[in-house]
């Protein structure tokens, strides 16, 4: 097997604000191979879309303290300086967010910021190949009539259409990484589902590995290969979509999973909501931040548990969690099937 | 656009009349406003009064005043109480040097505040920027009359770099008039300056935390090229209603002190003196002339909106 | 599956289909606490040279019928611009309808004034989607609550004590009384909102978008907690969101809306599992399941294109611009809100999921093509297969 397509190893960022040093990002690794679709999920402050800005440089500034690597094609992104960070953006990593409404220039023309992209990073191509280049890229991800719309403003297109068009202007210079942060959450669903049918259409052409950064394990369970979840800053486990899914290890994970309304589970039984709130990241709690809505935390749980694999047969299946494996399968099946229970209900 | 047209100048006919209305009621409201007394002079006998009061209709119910001074306005038949001469040919007179005045600073104001504003803004807390936002402040707490005074002490009288005041007309002579004007150009755009920067800086801060700008820098464009094209571009906007409406009132001779200090003769200067003696007929002319402009630039400033924001469409 | 129209029933069908629409054969059976008919909500676009002249509408609800019975959660679900928020906010009478009527237990509050509004408001609340927006920053949350308490005739002595009882109600403790909502999650701010809410004593809580600005292990707690307040107080609920899995969690019975119509109305569960209307089916098949196998082995086709401007609604079936299943017929005669069994209703003229039976069993109003003894919905279907 190759060498991953980006290795982030034990990153960590800081920010300096009034208050105090906020731990947005405090130890995450992960990999992505080429044409994989790895999906960073989490609530918000779990340090997501921190870590996805930080690959791309964004996070850079005064008040900001990094540690630890991202390895992409022979450059470390955490330390690369700015000059060679930007060869890099919209080039070989480019970047789709969330607010599609927000995210164009209002007094551009789409095809001339698509174009900017274009030719920013390579000055041979001149501007009416990359106009040129910009229709086709319209007309790729499924704009309607691209030859006229190309001269519109991004006031006239839906939410929609402006996500396509990012979606293009982030394909402009082919990436090998595509980094999409929360692409679909402010898309309705009939929307949505053309939009991933997309991104999955472009897994296929382009072989290019891609992050998805989500809070919605719908999406997560519908495109993504393997699935990293976050929580106050950490990783708390990691693995396939199917390990994920089907063998969650860390209590953090079950309790998403169960508390998550599902189209297809009707309305017989509540909801099994997590107790509390999630930590504020300039006080966490000592040991794992999940420990003080954890009902089954317990003395060991004050010391930060590694994120290693525990389970016997995988190797790349890892958790943050002190509870050994029979007993948190044991804890599992005694409450739902993948749900948590409260302390009264199943440690009786 | 003809709606839009035909809507502003009906939005102006109105502003004009309520504006020339509410002067014309002040001047007549106010004690010691009285005109005939004032067109008698201080030595008048009552009989003498009642006597010009008659001849000039000021005895006539106010609104038959009122219609016959914006008639007079109007077909420019109307002279000042006191010097008895024609305001609209002094004011035609005065509009050289307020346009003059208008239009250098303008340019001046504009320009240099863009570049402190995106200064002070690109080295937000840092020293340059502590430096440029007390240097915004002196210039926006100065005085134009302490300023100019100071100005034409040392530059003109001590220096003698500057000629002391007064107006020189473009045609007959562009050296002497540019050298006339720089004094008065730097006085009164310092004001501005300091202002429009500070405004100006913190649109920009604004507009770099907008979700395109992020856009931008992803796209891998450099600083430099974010602000020039994404930042400023957006920013800009606010600006220009700003300048839209401060040019207009300078233009219809807002510019009182720093035209008097320097002694332009223009439009400020002519209602500067005007005030000071109560001459109601040169206010409201000068009064009527601001609002105009002010009126006429708010339309333009629109149309120039749209063109620097596709979102907007001409409303009114 | 391509369906031909046998083309003498379209000519007799369009002969026969009416130009307006016909009201929903609805069960007046005098228990509804809300009964709204033909409801419509437009909002005019002007323009002129000198005075305005209205040159179009914006279709927001266009002929909604409805009811709601005591004690029932009904769910609104729709895409954005359906027009679900300005229905309810039409409801509230935050907005006076184009036309139509709004009852609140039986009398007519469709052109009510501030005044006549006073006493149903307190039976009638609304809970908001942004609950940063909705709570006035500068005040307390005990200030916030004591307002309501007021208008309710609480004592003023008594005012700091119900304070305390409906902050723990929802959950919150009585020291977060002297806090300001800044100071507060984004869930707990909706629990305050809540709590306001309930403090006039309601009926009826209009809750619009409630849970969906907030994190899924929050949009648990609320949900639970709104359930929670129904049971106690036996209040009822409009229940408005965009998304199908959590209004199948909290609803008794379901309207589908699209570009200003209702689509399909159906008791909770059988929405999921015996949808009518495409749209509805198309709704459903884009939601992925968060179960990677149950989502792969689920076929979803993909529905294309983007709903049309609610200025100038498609003529026919609104949705048949997108629709797979749409024929010559949809794009120019309107469905009519059809009631199959079990209260299930439809306007589609090629219903799912439903037997030639039900069909011919279906209860259509007096101008509709089947009692003008016209093929029934689907029937050229059937005789396609």
Redesign the interface.
């Known amino acids: 097997m190759s060498d991953p397509l980006l290795e982030v190893d034990d990153l960590r960022v800081q920010f300096h604000t009034e208050d105090g040093v906020v731990r947005a990002v405090d130890g995450v690794s992960f990999t992505v191979d080429q044409g994989e679709v790895v999906a960073i999920v989490g609530?918000?402050g779990s340090g997501k879309t921190v870590t996805a800005m930080t690959l791309m440089g964004l996070t850079r500034g005064p008040n900001a303290n990094f540690e630890g690597s991202a390895k992409f094609d022979g450059t470390d992104l955490v330390t690369a300086p700015e000059d060679e960070l930007r060869q890099i953006r919209g080039a070989g990593i480019a970047m789709v967010f969330q607010d599609p409404m927000s995210s164009l220039d209002p007094v551009y023309k789409i095809g001339k910021q698509i174009v900017e992209q274009i030719r920013v990073h390579n000055k041979n191509i001149s501007k009416a190949q990359a106009h040129d280049r910009a229709i086709e890229l319209l007309e790729r991800v499924g704009i309607p009539r691209a030859t006229e719309r190309v001269d519109a403003y991004p006031h006239e297109f839906?939410?929609?259409?402006r996500q396509r068009v990012m979606i293009a202007m982030a394909l402009s210079n082919d990436p090998k990484l595509l980094i999409a942060d929360e692409p679909t959450t402010a898309l309705?669903?009939?929307?949505?589902?053309?939009i991933?049918?997309e991104v999955r259409q472009l897994r296929r052409q382009q072989e290019s590995g891609i992050i998805l950064v989500t809070?919605?394990?719908?999406?997560?369970?519908?495109i993504a290969d393997r699935v990293v979840v976050m929580y106050a800053g950490r990783v708390v486990e990691q693995g396939t979509?199917?390990e994920i899914?089907?063998d969650p290890q860390h209590p953090y994970t079950w309790?998403?999973?169960?508390?998550?309304?599902?189209?297809?589970?009707?309305?017989s039984q509540?909801?099994?909501?997590?107790?509390g709130?999630?930590p504020s990241l300039l006080r966490p709690p000592e040991g794992c931040h999940f420990r003080p809505r954890c009902p089954f935390a317990f003395e060991k749980c004050t010391e930060v548990p590694p994120l290693t694999a525990r389970l016997p047969d995988t190797a790349d299946h890892l958790d943050r969690c002190w509870l050994e494996v029979p007993q948190k399968r044991e804890l599992r099946k005694r409450g739902d099937q993948i749900g948590l229970r409260t302390k009264e209900t199943v440690i009786s | 656009m003809?709606?839009f047209i035909?809507?502003r100048l009906?939005a102006m006919i109105g502003v004009m009349f309520v504006i020339s209305l509410l002067t014309f009621l002040l001047f007549e409201s106010i004690p010691n406003g009285d005109p005939a007394r004032r067109l008698a002079g201080r030595l008048a006998t009552a009989n003498e009064i009642a006597f010009i009061r008659k001849e000039y209709g000021f005895d006539q119910p106010i609104y038959v005043q009122y219609a016959r001074m914006m008639k007079n306005i109007f077909t420019g038949q109307v002279y000042s109480y006191y010097q008895g001469f024609n305001v609209v040919d002094e004011v035609k007179l005065g509009l050289p040097a307020t346009l003059s005045l208008a239009i250098g600073a303008g340019i001046i104001w504009l320009f240099t505040s863009i570049v402190v504003g995106t200064l002070a803004a690109v080295k937000a807390g840092k020293n340059t920027d502590r430096l440029l936002t007390v240097l915004s402040m002196v210039g926006v707490s100065f005085p134009p009359f302490f300023l100019g005074a100071i100005l034409i002490y040392y530059l003109g009288y001590k220096l003698n770099w500057f000629p002391l005041g007064g107006y020189v007309k473009l045609t007959s002579d562009p050296w002497q008039w540019f050298v006339h004007m720089v004094l008065p150009w730097f006085t009164l755009s310092v004001l501005f300056i300091g202002f429009y920067s500070r405004v100006l800086r913190s649109t920009i801060l604004d507009t770099i935390n907008e979700d395109y700008v992020r856009t931008a820098r992803a796209k891998g464009l450099s600083e430099n090229q974010t602000l020039r094209r994404h930042v400023l571009r957006n920013s800009l906007i606010p600006i220009i209603t700003l300048f839209g409406l401060d040019f207009a009132q300078v233009i219809g001779g807002g510019a009182i002190l720093t035209e008097s200090i320097f002694n332009l003769h223009g439009i400020g200067q002519l209602a500067a003196d005007a005030i000071g003696r109560l001459d109601i007929t040169v206010i409201l002319v000068v009064v009527l002339l601001t609002a105009f402009f002010v009126v006429a630039l708010a339309a333009v400033v629109d149309i120039l909106y749209a063109f620097l924001d596709p979102r907007i469409r001409i409303a009114v | 599956m391509s369906v031909e129209e046998p083309e003498q029933a379209t000519a007799a069908r369009e002969q026969a289909a009416p130009e307006q629409t016909a009201p929903a054969p609805e069960q007046k059976d005098g228990g509804a606490l809300l009964d709204v008919e033909h409801l419509k909500m437009y909002f005019p676009i002007k323009?002129?040279?000198?005075i305005d002249r209205k040159i179009g509408n914006v279709h927001a609800v266009d002929d909604v019928s409805f009811e709601l019975r005591e004690g029932e959660t009904l769910g609104i679900v729709g895409?954005?611009g359906c027009g679900k928020t300005t229905l309810i906010r039409t409801l509230v009478r935050l907005l006076e309808p184009t036309a139509g009527e709004i009852r609140f237990r039986g009398s007519d509050i469709t052109h009510a004034d501030r005044k006549q509004l006073e006493p149903i408001r307190r039976e009638m609340q609304m809970v908001f989607q942004d609950p940063q927006a909705s709570l006035n920053p500068r005040k307390r949350v005990g200030q916030i609550l004591a307002t309501p308490l007021k208008i309710r005739g609480v004592p003023k002595e008594q005012i700091a004590q119900e304070s305390r009882k409906l902050i723990d109600r929802v959950g919150l403790s009585p020291e977060h009384l002297n806090r300001f909502p800044h100071e507060f999650?984004g869930?707990?701010r909706q629990r305050i909102g809540i709590a306001r809410a309930l403090a006039v004593d309601p009926r009826l809580v209009l809750l619009d978008e409630p849970v969906s600005a907030l994190?899924?292990?929050?949009?648990?707690?609320v949900?639970?907690l709104l359930?929670e307040l129904q049971d106690e107080l036996g209040l009822s609920y409009v229940f408005v969101a965009?998304?199908?899995?959590?209004v199948?969690?909290?609803?008794d019975r379901i309207i589908v809306m699209y570009l200003g119509k209702i689509m399909e109305v159906s008791p909770?569960?059988e929405l999921?599992h015996k949808p009518i209307h495409p749209y509805t089916t198309?709704?459903?098949?884009?939601?992925?399941?968060?179960?990677?196998?149950?989502?792969r082995e689920r076929s979803?086709p993909?529905?294309?294109g983007?709903p049309p401007s609610p200025v100038r609604p498609p003529p026919g079936c609104r949705f048949h611009t997108?629709c797979p299943r749409a024929t010559d017929i949809c794009s120019r005669v309107e469905p009519q809100l059809t009631a199959y069994s079990g209260g299930h209703m439809a306007a589609c003229h090629h219903p799912q999921n439903v037997t030639d039976d039900e069909i011919k069993a279906s209860t259509r109003s007096a101008d509709s093509p089947l009692s003008s003894g016209e093929l029934a919905p689907g029937e050229e279907e059937r005789q396609a297969a």
């Open positions: 609530e918000s839906s939410g929609g259409m309705d669903v009939t929307i949505q589902a053309q991933l049918d809070h919605d394990l719908g999406v997560v369970a519908d979509l199917d899914f089907y309790g998403l999973l169960g508390s998550i309304t599902r189209v297809d589970r009707d309305r509540r909801l099994l909501a997590i107790p709130m999630p | 003809t709606r035909v809507r009906i | 323009s002129g040279v000198l895409e954005s999650s869930g707990q994190d899924v292990s929050i949009q648990a707690q949900i639970n359930e965009h998304d199908l899995s959590v199948r969690h909290v609803s909770g569960e999921y198309a709704l459903l098949g884009a939601i992925p399941i968060p179960d990677p196998r149950e989502n979803r993909i529905v294309g983007e997108r």
